[in-house]
């Protein structure tokens, strides 16, 4: 493994020159919950993960399924109680998250994708990295942000092991809602490294499984490595709709604006929302707009 300076160069720009970006990237949009809440409920979140491995809100049931053909890897599904009350069948959103973050952690307390799954209908799933976290628990790293390991992040660069998890994790959501599942709607959003991930997800699916995606403060190219390292968007069998989410003052912004222009030379739709005044952290007032994007996207099977 990479030493400390190599890990950071990996996933920072080229030209990245300040921590002011990284600093706040792992607090709520809106600073929702101060420093010490924060973490507490950080914790709460982890422990849920390391025994209940499951937790039930008024609306749903949000639970931990082992991906049995890699070590120590997993996911969480969030299905609401009334999805199971409807006739229609129902769209899927994956979420993977940022650099050395937890899937419990985006599920109950970073993201509020599951207050959106609950009045739009559909079923979330929210990837694990892999990677170990920390046997004590999360804390605040030397930028500020809550942190769950030192080595949790998805393979930009030799994401073969990840699209096997991919593939375990869409497998299994057939399976287990083939009366429920819309395969015409499956959709894909992730957040920096996550985001960053989003890029290999419609290079190497494209729109023959997914109806679009969100690139959310990722991008791609750009960065610390070399273009030859990194898979083709040129090699996409079919397009899909992308939308780009960053800001004027997001350490990745450069990274984004050139996944826009790569993704649209390959033929791609690509919608990108420059946000003025805004960092690299995650954006819950975006959360519906996302949705909207990708919701108004349906695959038509060739």
């Known amino acids: 493994m990479a030493d400390h ?4 160069d990996y996933f920072t720009p080229v ?3 300040s921590s002011n970006d990284i600093r706040t990237c792992d607090k709520l949009s809106g600073d929702e919950f101060d420093e010490d809440e924060l973490l507490a409920r950080a914790k709460w979140a982890w422990n849920i993960g390391q025994n209940e491995k499951q937790y039930r809100n008024e609306h749903g049931l949000i639970y931990e399924v082992s991906v049995s053909i890699l070590l120590n890897r997993h996911f969480l599904v969030y299905e609401s109680d009334q999805i199971h009350e409807l006739s229609s069948k129902v769209p899927l ?10 899937a419990w952690f985006m599920a109950l307390v970073r993201t509020k994708w599951i207050e959106k799954a609950n009045i739009n209908n559909f079923l979330v ?3 694990q990295s892999k990677g170990k976290q920390f046997r004590k628990g999360p804390k605040y790293n030397r930028h500020g942000a809550v942190q769950f390991g030192d080595d949790l992040s998805w393979e930009i660069q030799e994401p073969n092991d990840d699209f096997i ?5 869409l497998d299994y959501m057939k399976e287990r809602y083939a009366q429920k599942l819309d395969l015409s709607r499956i959709y894909y959003t992730g957040y920096s490294n996550g985001g960053l991930f989003s890029s290999n997800v419609a290079i190497h699916y494209g729109g023959h499984v997914f109806s ?7 991008g791609y190219g750009g960065l610390g490595y070399k273009n030859e390292e990194l898979l083709d968007p040129n ?3 079919k397009p899909v709709p992308i939308y780009i989410l960053t ?6 912004l450069a990274s984004c604006e050139k996944a826009k222009n790569l993704f649209e030379n390959a033929g791609c739709p690509v919608k990108i929302d420059i946000m003025n005044n805004r960092s690299h952290r995650y954006y819950v007032d975006k959360e519906t707009d996302i949705w909207n994007f990708l919701s108004s996207h349906q695959n038509i099977n060739d």
Not at 93 to 102: E, K, V
């Open 125 to 127: 799933v929210f990837g």
């Open 93 to 102: 959103l994956i979420f993977f998250h940022g650099l050395n973050s937890s």
């Open 165 to 169: 998890y991919l593939d375990f994790i």
């Open 212 to 218: 679009a995606i969100c690139n959310h403060c990722g």
């Open 15 to 17: 030209n990245f020159s």
């Open 235 to 237: 090699t996409i069998k």
């Open 247 to 252: 800001g004027t003052r997001d350490s990745y």
């Open 5 to 8: 300076a190599e890990w950071l």
